[in-house]
């Protein structure tokens, strides 16, 4: 059976409250033999990263997330010292969201730089979330000039892919690059390399083709990593194994 890794899950999450067990028996049953469980704000990477201490498979990113930067500067100090003392496995998701703008643009330039910059001072890769505001990712990408990580649940052009890859990011895909009018994400999925693809289910949102309306989990990338291999022309297990290798490289697993 190939094996596969879900990069991007919150799992910690309410929706999980009353199977998470469950949830991480069909993980495993299905092929996954790790999950990134990824911090959206202070608390949640602490909860992400004391979930990756008792759950064998997982592992916990911390980040503050460009929708919750309320209370970016007095949380700074300990998220950082949270980040040096706290072994996560990358600093994210962090970035730009001007679809939901809780901050504006400029807070969010600020945190996604300050949170490039510490995983680069620490020697760590940084998760990226972007929606709707690409060409500022890029530029801010290219300005802190470090790029060991991945933009998650891509939904740029084919261009912006091209640009990311150019500076050395990897792309993941989540579950919507499978919804049939989802034509922009799979363009851009045939022009990431496969050396540079990741999967990820961002669980419990964004359901893939088959299992669409229902709750995501890890078990779920299955569906997302048959269609990538039919979209890119590659074998199933080509792409399980060569996705895997790149999530256990990127992020030292
Ligand atoms: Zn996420």
């Given at each position: 059976?190939?094996?596969?890794?879900?990069?991007?899950?919150?799992?910690?999450?309410?929706?999980?409250?009353?199977?998470?067990?469950?949830?991480?028996?069909?993980?495993?049953?299905?092929?996954?033999?790790?999950?990134?469980?990824?911090?959206?704000?202070?608390?949640?990477?602490?909860?992400?990263?004391?979930?990756?201490?008792?759950?064998?498979?997982?592992?916990?990113?911390?980040?503050?997330?460009?929708?919750?930067?309320?209370?970016?500067?007095?949380?700074?100090?300990?998220?950082?010292?949270?980040?040096?003392?706290?072994?996560?496995?990358?600093?994210?998701?962090?970035?730009?969201?001007?679809?939901?703008?809780?901050?504006?643009?400029?807070?969010q330039a600020e945190s996604f730089r300050r949170q490039l910059e510490l995983a680069r001072d620490v020697?760590?890769?940084?998760?990226?979330?972007?929606?709707?505001?690409?060409?500022?990712m890029i530029a801010i990408l290219r300005e802190v000039g470090y790029s060991r990580g991945v933009t998650h649940c891509f939904g740029g052009t084919c261009a912006h892919a091209e640009q990311v890859l150019e500076l050395g990011l990897h792309i993941s895909f989540c579950g919507n690059v499978t919804f049939r009018k989802n034509t922009q994400a799979q363009a851009a999925a045939k022009a990431v390399p496969l050396d540079r693809l990741l999967l990820e289910t961002d669980s419990p949102f964004l359901s893939p083709e088959g299992k669409r309306g229902k709750r995501n989990e890890p078990s779920h990338v299955v569906f997302t990593a048959r269609f990538l291999a039919e979209l890119m022309d590659v074998e199933l297990d080509t792409l399980a194994e060569t996705t895997t290798a790149n999530a256990r490289r990127l992020f030292d697993l």
């Open positions: 059976m190939p094996e596969y890794i879900d990069s991007h899950a919150h799992l910690n999450f309410d929706a999980f409250d009353n199977d998470r067990a469950a949830v991480y028996q069909r993980a495993r049953q299905a092929g996954i033999t790790a999950i990134i469980e990824v911090g959206v704000g202070l608390d949640g990477s602490r909860k992400a990263l004391a979930r990756a201490a008792e759950e064998e498979m997982v592992f916990g990113a911390a980040g503050l997330h460009p929708t919750e930067l309320d209370r970016f500067d007095e949380q700074w100090d300990e998220f950082e010292e949270l980040v040096r003392t706290g072994a996560p496995v990358a600093v994210g998701e962090c970035g730009l969201d001007y679809y939901w703008m809780k901050a504006t643009k400029e807070k020697g760590l890769p940084f998760i990226v979330h972007c929606r709707d505001a690409d060409d500022d």
